[in-house]
């Protein structure tokens, strides 16, 4: 291109990087249509508040196949319901041992991870319930601080749970909170024997987590409080003999080696350039307009959801990259700032500069490195963390078109993808992406067969729900579903998934 070598502007620059971006686009969509068309028709929607369960929220969502019945855990506990018609069935209570964060569900047994409250440092608790008669089976098994999310492996013999071991929030000019450590525990489902497996510095590769409380000019700042790394949500491959845990806030992942029941290692996973043909962000909420354009800022990637599945063998991981920052609910700013704010360092950008509203971290930002949350993005990673496929700005690119896009949010992490759900359908597979920040709920829906030649297929937007929270797909017979959970509204909707031939028939 003529401009790559006779314009040294830097407005110039610029066009040409939209330009090529603009051609690459282009040209993608000219020569990576699928011949099949996805179609998703919502058979139902249920709002908790029905449930007259005072605190019951929509949040993660599972079914179970043994009764046919959704499981909706929201805090108060978890509310079942009927697949075929949306109706609420029953009530499992959380109390009196804490709040329930999520849900899991193998062979008619449904393992529920319950945060103690309302101080969250203390350990929490996995609560096994037979789904045909809606008993406890057994007593709660005591796991570590604040478990966020569990999972069944393959064969339905261990449970692994995600301890994030978070603080309470921070009180402004107190000391720094307790910080329970972060681990993983796994039970054995039968003898509910327990090994907890905490994070330290003697796992190899630990040293590519974003560490507390160094900042990213090198000095050290008194009043930031130190931090663990906190498990944030684990994947188990296929075969059940290892489990990828992501921590979201240290942006990195940890293998477990399942037999041996260790820590193989963790990698970091990087940054992604926002100043790439393709990966432009709306970096600023009050400037009146609504546009994808490169800028000199890298994000981390910070998955929330992680799912696994295989290609020709090998194993590869699918990441919403949401982002997320270390500030336990406090208004001191110890890991992020605003790129014009001032801070133990110094001022970033300047204030009236298109960056200066962008939400960036505090340990790795730089006059010369500016760094945010979140790849605004979903990411395929094979088992080793390199990246085969990232979605670079397609999800903020599809809710702006469809008018879903909220403007409020593009200082701080887009659409900002958090659920991801996959589904074995006619021979592929699909990835679903949950959008948690649209104007309406939002699901992308990517082919993922291969991860080296991803398509883009649809978007599901669903009227009267906003932010979906947990995703999940499942086959019923001949048929396909996905059963989102929504946190705002809190909600729960069903949509029936169909494979069809390009231009055939709906």
Request: charged share 20%; hydrophobic share 40%; with cysteine.
């Amino acid at each position: 291109m003529a401009c790559a070598t006779a314009v040294e502007s830097f407005m110039s620059r610029i066009v040409c990087r939209v330009l090529a971006a603009s051609i690459t686009l282009a040209f993608l969509a000219a020569h990576a249509q699928p011949p099949y068309q996805v179609t998703a028709e919502r058979l139902w929607r249920y709002p908790h508040a029905l449930s007259q369960v005072p605190g019951q929220k929509s949040e993660i969502v599972a079914h179970d196949q043994r009764t046919d019945t959704l499981w909706v855990a929201g805090a108060a506990g978890v509310d079942v319901l009927d697949r075929s018609t949306g109706q609420w069935k029953a009530h499992v209570s959380a109390a009196p041992f804490g709040m329930v964060n999520s849900v899991a569900i193998h062979d008619g047994l449904a393992a529920l991870a319950i945060e103690a409250f309302p101080d969250r440092t203390l350990p929490g608790y996995v609560l096994f319930v037979d789904t045909q008669t809606g008993k406890q089976l057994g007593s709660p098994v005591t796991v570590g601080s604040l478990p966020d999310m569990l999972t069944f492996t393959p064969n339905g013999r261990t449970v692994l749970v995600a301890n994030e071991g978070t603080p309470n929030p921070r009180i402004p000019g107190q000391p720094c909170p307790v910080d329970p450590p972060g681990s993983v525990s796994l039970i054995d489902v039968k003898t509910r024997e327990l090994v907890t497996l905490p994070f330290s510095s003697s796992i190899p590769g630990f040293d590519q987590l974003r560490q507390f409380p160094a900042v990213g000019n090198g000095t050290t700042r008194p009043d930031m409080c130190s931090y663990d790394a906190e498990p944030e949500y684990i994947a188990v491959d296929a075969s059940g003999d290892k489990a990828y845990v992501g921590m979201q806030e240290a942006n990195g992942i940890a293998v477990l080696d399942l037999k041996g029941q260790r820590f193989e290692r963790i990698y970091g996973l990087g940054l992604k350039d926002f100043n790439l043909p393709g990966n432009g962000i709306d970096a600023n909420d009050r400037d009146g307009t609504v546009e994808l354009r490169p800028v000199p800022v890298k994000g981390l990637y910070q998955p929330d959801a992680i799912s696994s599945y295989m290609h020709k063998g090998r194993t590869y991981l699918v990441m919403a990259n949401e982002g997320d920052s270390r500030d336990n609910g406090s208004s001191d700013g110890e890991d992020e700032r605003r790129g014009s704010a001032g801070s133990a360092s110094v001022e970033l950008v300047p204030e009236d500069s298109l960056l200066g509203r962008l939400v960036m971290s505090n340990v790795e930002s730089a006059r010369d490195n500016l760094v945010s949350f979140g790849g605004r993005s979903f990411s395929i990673r094979d088992a080793d963390g390199a990246i085969v496929f990232d979605s670079g700005n397609r999800l903020d690119a599809e809710a702006i078109r469809r008018g879903l896009y909220d403007h409020g949010r593009s200082d701080n992490k887009g659409v900002e993808p958090e659920g991801v759900a996959l589904l074995a359908i006619e021979g592929r597979t699909l990835a679903f992406i949950g959008l948690e920040r649209a104007l309406k709920s939002a699901v992308a829906i990517y082919d993922i067969t291969d991860p080296r030649d991803v398509h883009f297929m649809d978007m599901i937007v669903s009227d009267g729900d906003i932010s979906p929270e947990g995703l999940s797909a499942f086959r019923v017979g001949s048929r396909y579903f996905l059963a989102v959970a929504n946190e705002v509204t809190d909600s729960t909707s069903l949509f029936e998934i169909r494979l069809l031939q390009a231009n055939a028939p709906r």
